[in-house]
């Protein structure tokens, strides 16, 4: 079982994670924020094992938001969210594990996620 935090600004895309994600037997919402307050607030209480932040939420300041998620949430993989390209490069400067564009299929979205996913624990045993 994979846990998730979904941290995103956009009620609609909130609702359409909501939904993806409570299709998938090996995935569990650990709890959604839809500023960066609230990401704060409640991701390093649960320590999930993905966080999916979006890129336009509300409060957020890579520069600030990342190294306090990275404290206070330090196994968790930290998955940008957007639908502009040009955020991918931004999110791998700032040192998030992932990036996935929010115009992805459902497929392949799941897919990018368990890819990012994968990873870490690959990293970690090696």
């Known amino acids: 079982m994979k846990t998730i935090f979904l941290a995103e600004g956009e009620k609609h895309v909130l609702d359409a994670l909501l939904l993806l994600f409570e299709q998938q037997p090996d995935y569990e919402i ?3 924020a839809r500023s ?24 957020f300041h890579p520069q600030r938001l990342i190294p306090t998620l990275r404290e206070c949430c330090p196994a968790a993989k930290l998955v940008a969210l ?14 998030l594990d992932g990036f996935i564009s929010k115009h992805l299929p459902p497929e392949a979205f799941l897919a990018s996620l368990n890819k990012v996913i994968e990873q870490a624990k ?5």
């Open 30 to 32: 650990l709890g959604e």
């Open 36 to 59: 960066a307050e609230g990401l704060l607030a409640h991701a390093c209480k649960v320590s999930p094992d993905a966080i999916l932040l979006d890129w336009n939420l509300p409060g």
């Open 82 to 95: 957007s639908v502009k390209p040009e955020h991918e490069k931004l999110a791998k400067e700032y040192g």
């Open 122 to 126: 690959t990293k970690k045993e090696s």
